[in-house]
């Protein structure tokens, strides 16, 4: 069973934009054992694309193809694939009724250009589009499919995972089962040479380590009727082995893992962000019913933010500088204070690309976490990478020093 | 003068890795006019890189081919290469005496791998590698050009950067020029019906639309000697029909944006963030620098927190809910008196995906914005989406609220 992706769209080619599309569609694929035999970037160009698309049904089963399908004339995808499949375009009232009627419950003004995202290929099958305009398309045909889907990665991403890949998987027979957990605070190298032993002794489960600039995702995989007989005595071994860098057995953000641990125990959470400039309330809130359990959330990125917002002492500031641990201790405490929150995460740091100095250098981030009935916990980490990556580790570092403490577990690692 | 890019691995096609390269490729043959034709990733597998180089020969003039240069056994791109120009790859005693050299300078023990680094085709041309052990490679042939690079992107780069792509650039001769703007508050299809005219005019431009869920980028794009002339009439036409949508006349964030006219005015900014939940500190907070300008921001996801964090009366929230004109002038207003900067944007809405009803349906957003000695303006805005989308687009229009403001322009459209 092969499955080749052909992204369309001059942006994809021209340095502007990250092919994003190319490695969810992977990943997705991966996770129910199947791979990408090949993945083609090419322009908004009709006769590139109907002779990209021939090529690739000459190779694959099945055939994705992404972008192309909004309504302006730079979105050509629609007409090759009507000439690859000689179906005319047709147009469909029950589209257009549908892409009006959810305009008029939104509110929102209706443009003549829905009328092009009514056309479509006769005899197709469709793909609701929850968050756009663009249906998804499937045209089969010699026991070749093509699949269509929009460009925009949020239209694109619940089509792949709930029609697409379920759909081939089932074709294919995959008997591949796979488990993923999410980890945060070790390395890709500390994660294998610790599973390393493991590893040899169970030849028919392999691993593979998904690094990210918030961590680890391992994936263990097995094959056949045994699949799971396989898995279960692996994992049960690994978890005793990396169990304290694991944060859910599962392929989900520490984010949601904390509204999880919050909401169980029925505690609110306010942040004090300076360096992370709110990216802690952003991921935070990211997740929906995090009203439920985020307060207040306060980025006090100067430092009479952090006297205004939080009472740190302007003393303590002057004398310790912003980055320092009494500084984070005050700021978790502040706002422990005044949210009257039942916890709290504080962060400051050096970002950079400025700010550094020798005693502390740029990726020096101090940690703070208060609990109401406990003692305030605090914790220095070093990060590498540039401004962008180390705001995201703090964060990650942060919220997972929030749930190790939810959890009553030592903070040691990061 | 047709430039594609093959790119190497198999964590390219198993959502392991993101192709950067690919990002990087492009850009850097864009700054000098050219575009990548194509872009294909495959795995590390003889055969397949054969068939490829083969098939990317016979349409482009030069093929850029990254990845699999490496001493281990899965990496065969230089047999592929051997294969497709039958040159066979011969020992160089001359690249060994080299390497060995610079790992003895560097006091790094001597691999007998990097025996399989000297193997290299026979009549090559070679490209120095200041990082790492794989050289690039040159090889020509009736015309066509294959070039092959390492895929660890700090090795690959500066062969791209300082060889390959001023090569190329100067036999193509080339002459494209174009200009990207950044729009915001504009639907794709509303900028393209009002450029539509001026399309129709000037056949020598071509436009591109480069949605995101923050906005649209529209390039133009001229050819030959006289692109510059082409350009200017078109660009001064389609800053009148399009102006209101233009944020930059160039590629960058409207945080950056902000960032600029509050440094120029030596204004300071606070955020009141509801939904977006801290969405906009966070990007505001993104641009190196932001400590000058971001005093701090306020979340108040919660109602208590509204009157807590920025006075908002709580009578007023019960009265017209948290998500309603009086409420988010109330936090823009409280966030200036308590924060002392001198402006403020206040975001307040339904992100969803529940929380919505007939009356306020998910999507609706008020925004506020108030500026010291000004009057404080509010705007309900309609988005749709999912949750993030919708959390993006408040946090644009938001920020576009402010620009218009502090530009003294009408906050008209979204």
């Known amino acids: 069973m092969t499955v080749e992706l052909i992204t369309i769209g001059a942006e994809l080619l021209s340095g502007h934009t990250l092919n ?22 090419i322009p908004d ?8 698309i021939r090529e690739s049904l000459a190779r694959a089963d099945w055939v994705i193809v992404s972008g192309g399908l909004g ?6 995808t629609k007409k090759a694939i009507a000439r690859v499949f000689d179906r005319p375009l047709i147009f469909h009232q029950d589209i257009l009724d549908n892409l009006k009627a959810r305009f008029a419950r939104a509110k929102r003004p209706i443009s003549a250009l829905l009328d092009t995202q009514a056309l479509q290929p006769r005899d197709a099958e469709f793909i609701p589009n929850a968050v756009g305009t663009a249906l998804g398309i499937i045209l089969s045909d010699k026991g070749r499919t093509l699949i269509a889907v929009p460009g925009v990665p949020r239209e694109m991403q619940p089509m792949i995972a709930d029609h697409i890949v379920p759909r081939i998987a089932e074709q ?12 945060a605070g070790w390395t890709e190298s500390r994660l294998y040479e610790t599973l390393e032993p493991l590893l040899e002794k169970h030849a028919d489960v392999s691993v ?31 978890r005793i082995l990396i169990g304290p860098a694991v944060y859910a057995e599962e392929d989900i953000g520490l984010e949601a893992v904390i509204g999880r641990l ?45 006297t205004d917002l939080l009472g740190v002492d302007p ?13 984070a201790r005050a700021m978790a405490d502040g706002a422990l204070r005044r949210s009257g929150a039942d916890c709290t995460i504080a962060v400051t740091g050096i970002a950079g690309p400025d700010g550094g100095t020798e005693e502390k250098p740029v990726g020096t981030v101090w940690l703070a976490s208060a609990i109401k009935g406990r003692e305030t916990e605090t914790k220095e980490i070093h ?20 749930r190790l403490r939810l959890l009553n577990q030592t903070t040691g690692d990061w």
């Open 20 to 41: 994003t599309n190319a490695l969810y569609v992977g990943d997705q694929l991966a996770k129910v054992g199947l791979t990408l035999a090949r993945q083609i970037a």
């Open 45 to 52: 160009d009709h006769d590139v694309i109907v002779e990209a």
């Open 71 to 76: 309504p302006t004339n730079d979105d050509v």
């Open 172 to 183: 294919a027979r995959v008997t591949t089962q796979t488990i993923t957990w999410s980890t």
């Open 208 to 238: 593979a380590f998904l690094p990210s600039a918030l961590g680890v995702r391992v994936r263990f995989a097995a094959s056949g009727a045994d699949a799971t007989r396989l898995l279960n005595p692996f994992t049960e071994e690994a």
């Open 262 to 306: 919050l909401t169980e125990r029925q505690m609110t959470l306010a942040l004090a962000e300076s360096c992370t400039g709110g990216l802690i309330a952003k991921r935070l809130t990211d997740v929906p019913g995090a009203s439920a359990y985020v307060v207040a959330g306060y980025v006090t990125y100067a430092n009479e933010a952090k």
């Open 315 to 327: 003393e303590l500031i002057a004398a310790q500088g912003a980055v320092s641990e009494p500084v």
């Open 383 to 402: 990060l590498l990478g540039n401004r962008q990556m180390i705001r995201l580790r703090a964060s990650q570092a942060a919220l997972n020093m929030l």
